[in-house]
């Protein structure tokens, strides 16, 4: 099994996810596309759990860019300050309400090359934020789907993210993208964790380079 081909690799695998996690959805809690867009950049090095903590509170002060736009870094900080790099987030976050405001009559950005104009929004973050309103064809490359399609054998000496979602957006159907982004997220979340993956309950370990060429041959 571990000599199928990448292309064999990738068609077991998303089959696999196809049929047994259908649903596969973002865990950062949100309305609409300002809410996620908030939510985004306040994730970055910050998990989820903590990042749906802090957001209702903030987004009940600033529930929309015209609100936020009006508010300070200092004024956000407070709402914010039990993430990581609360201060330089509250600057992301006004400033990023500002040019909303200003640049796009308060309306999120349907492509990532304008969602990188955001502040606080760089590709990955622009991936995430086309990918899951707009279901664009956008794979969002965090470390878990960096780490996740290295090892599971999807991509191959990928040496940064970019080269990593160029590999994964080769082979991976262009309607599928926006769900297999959140499939390796969250396998790579719950099940093939960082230091030790729990490859006793992984249900593709027949498809896994990792799984085939270490556990597997000892």
């Not at 054998?153 to 309607?175: D, F, H, S, V």
């Amino acid at each position: 099994m571990n000599q199928m081909t990448r292309k064999e690799r990738y068609q077991k695998i998303l089959d696999y996810f196809k049929e047994n996690h259908p649903i596969a959805e973002t865990e950062l809690h949100h309305n609409n596309p300002f809410e996620l867009t908030v939510a985004v950049i306040l994730s970055a090095q910050c998990t989820d759990k903590r990042v749906n903590m802090i957001t209702p509170p903030l987004l009940n002060k600033f529930p929309d860019p015209q609100s936020m736009a009006q508010a300070s870094p200092e004024d956000i900080y407070g709402f914010i300050k039990s993430c990581s790099y609360p201060n330089n987030k509250a600057k992301h976050l006004a400033g990023m309400a500002r040019t909303l405001v200003e640049e796009f009559d308060g309306m999120i950005p349907d492509n990532v090359t304008d969602l990188q104009k955001l502040p606080g929004v760089g590709r990955k973050s622009a991936n995430v934020i086309a990918s899951v309103i707009y279901n664009k064809p956008a794979m969002a490359v965090d470390t878990h789907v960096f780490r996740v399609s290295e090892r599971i054998g999807l991509t191959k000496n990928a040496k940064n993210p970019r080269q990593a979602e160029e590999q994964l957006i080769k082979y991976i159907p262009e309607e599928l993208i926006p769900k297999a982004h959140h499939w390796l997220i969250l396998h790579g979340r719950y099940v093939c964790t960082a230091r030790k993956p729990k490859c006793g309950i992984c249900e593709i370990t027949d498809y896994c380079a990792y799984y085939q060429n270490n556990i597997k041959k000892k």
